[in-house]
T-cell receptor, first 114, second 112 residues
Framework: KNQVEQSPQSLIILEGKNCTLQ??????????LRWYKQDTGRGPVSLTI?????NTKSNGRYTATLDADTKQSSLHITASQLSDSASYIC?????????????FGRGTQLTVWP | EADIYQTPRYLVIGTGKKITLECSQT?????MYWYQQDPGMELHLIHY???????EKGDLSSESTVSRIRTEHFPLTLESARPSHTSQYLC???????????FGPGTRLLVL
């Protein structure tokens, strides 16, 4: 069964600290993996997208890693800011379907305190 | 910021009412999607469209219906709302299948 599991479910850190969010997936055949940021009351916004051959991709203070062999990804946030408080969602695309089926994790709720 | 819009942003209605949630995008994307999201849960695809006059049901069974008469417009209709329909509804679009989906701000629906 194709699934995407994220951990931790929630995380509280102090402003300026770093953190790492985890994503494990069983989706096969794999097409790509995206990390989205969803602010409260808003729609998700794409942060990074990684294909099978990519190990690391950065977007400002956000760095995503992908290990396609172990089917794990992480999102590292450096020098956190209050505006980083949001839900971070891992999304994996299935290469096997014409729809481009997406599998969503439940997200990690990050709270950054001053 | 993506050019995809949803109205209303919040809606409180009584059981049995007919409602239409609006979604429009100005990016010219052929692919559009409707998702349902409950608090702390993953997004579930309820409808999608590959283009004008194309609509399909998604993975999550939904009593709602959709139409795609114009490329930029993808409204979702509930003929008779029930409390079980209370949720957040997110509309998204993409240029091609498996490319990044751009999401609207969502409509939070409360059915009393």
């Amino acid at each position: 069964k194709n699934q995407v599991e994220q951990s931790p479910q929630s995380l509280i850190i102090l402003e300026g600290k770093n953190c790492t969010l985890q994503c494990n997936y069983t989706v096969s055949p794999f097409s790509n993996l995206r990390w989205y940021k969803q602010d409260t009351g808003r729609g998700p916004v794409s942060l990074t997208i990684m294909t099978f051959s990519e190990n690391t991709k950065s977007n400002g203070r956000y760095t995503a890693t992908l290990d396609a062999d172990t089917k794990q990804s992480s999102l590292h946030i450096t020098a956190s800011q209050l505006s980083d408080s949001a839900s971070y969602i891992c999304v994996v695309a299935d290469r096997g379907s014409t729809l481009g089926r997406l599998y969503f994790g439940r997200g990690t709720q990050l709270t950054v305190w001053p | 910021e993506a050019d995809i819009y949803q109205t209303p942003r919040y809606l409180v209605i009584g059981t049995g009412k007919k409602i239409t949630l609006e979604c429009s995008q100005t990016m010219g994307h052929d692919k559009m999607y409707w998702y349902q999201q409950d608090p702390g849960m993953e997004l579930h695809l309820i409808h999608y469209s590959y283009g004008v006059n194309s609509t399909e049901k998604g993975d999550l069974s939904s009593e709602s219906t959709v139409s795609r008469i114009r490329t930029e417009h993808f409204p979702l209709t509930l003929e008779s709302a029930r409390p079980s329909h209370t949720s957040q509804y997110l509309c998204a679009s993409s240029e091609r299948v498996q490319e990044t989906q751009y999401f609207g701000p969502g409509t939070r629906l409360l059915v009393l």
